[in-house]
C-alpha cells in the first residue's frame, strides 16, 4: 500500500483519537521520507536564503507535500513552516514543519538529514515526528504517549535516554554557527565542548534530538532557536526519560534563545552551570 493510500481521507475532525491524529503525523514523516529518497542524487536547484543557509528545490517540494495533505484533513489548523512562514494559534492546533531539516548534508548526499514534523496545542508539542529516511528510522513521540524509533520493517522500538551523569562521561550534540567574538554564551557552550566526553556535530538538529532520546548522545546544545527544529526534541527527549529546557534552565518556548536538551536533572544542571559562566 502506497502512502498516499495509507493516509486517512480528508475532513479528519478536529477532535479525533491522539491515536489517529499520530498516526497521520507518522505517515506524513513516511510520505516526505519517500519523496526525499527520490531525489537524493537530484536535488534540483539549490540557493542560498543567506549565507550558508541552503534550500533545493526538494525543501519546496516536501513542504507543498506536507502542507497540502494538511489542509485537506485539517483546513482549520494553523500552520508554521520553516520556507512558507506562517503563524502559531494561541488557542487552536498548529503543525510546525520542517521540510528538509540537514538541507546542506541533503545537498551533498550526507545521510544525516530528516523532515521534522510537530504538532501544537498551545505552549504544548503533543505529537512529533523526525523521519530520517536514508538512515531508515523514524523516531516519534506523543505527550504521555511515549518515544519510539520505527525502523523500515515498521518495528517499533521505545526510546530511552542514555546513562551518563557528568560532563566528562557524555557526548555532547550541537551545531552552533557564531557569526560574531561577542555572542552571549559562546565561551559557556565552548566551556562544554571542553568538559564532555566527545562532541558530535550532526548538521541536523531534529536527529540530534532524536538520537539523545535513544540514548546514542547524552546533551543537545541549539543556539539558534527555531520552533520546527527544536519541538521535536521538546516531545522526544521528554517522553524518553530526559530533561529540556531553554538555555537558562527555564520552559522551553516557541521564541526561547535556545534550547539545551540532556538525559537527567544532574546533568542538565551541571550544563546550565557551565553555558552561563564559562567556569562551572
Sequence with gaps: MSISDSVPAPGGPADESPEKLHAFVRELAQAAGELHLSRLTDPGKIREKAPKDLVTEVDLLSEE??????????????????????????????????????????????????????????????????????????????????????????????????????????????????????????????????RCWQVRSLGSAGIRGAWLAAGYLDVSIGTRNTAWDYAPTALLVAEAGGQVSNLTGGPWTYDSDGLLATNNETLHAEALEVLATGEG
Design 65 to 194: 507535500l506536507l502542507i497540502s495533505r494538511i489542509r485537506e484533513r485539517y483546513p482549520e489548523d494553523a500552520i508554521l513552516s520553516e520556507e512558507q512562514g506562517g503563524e502559531i494559534s494561541p488557542t487552536g492546533r498548529t503543525w510546525l514543519l520542517d521540510p528538509v531539516d540537514g538541507t546542506a548534508n541533503f545537498a551533498r548526499a550526507n545521510p544525516l538529514f530528516c523532515v521534522c514534523i510537530s504538532v501544537a496545542e498551545g505552549d504544548r508539542i503533543t505529537h512529533a515526528a523526525v523521519g530520517a529516511p536514508r538512515l531508515g528510522d523514524i523516531y516519534h513521540a506523543r505527550l504521555g504517549g511515549g518515544a519510539y524509533r520505527e525502523s523500515a520493517s515498521g518495528k517499533a522500538h521505545p526510546l530511552r535516554v542514555g546513562s551518563a551523569e557528568r560532563l566528562a562521561d557524555s557526548f555532547v550534540g550541537a551545531d552552533v554557527s557564531y557569526r560574531g567574538s561577542n555572542e552571549p554564551r559562546k565561551n559557556g557552550t565552548l566551556e562544554v565542548f571542553k
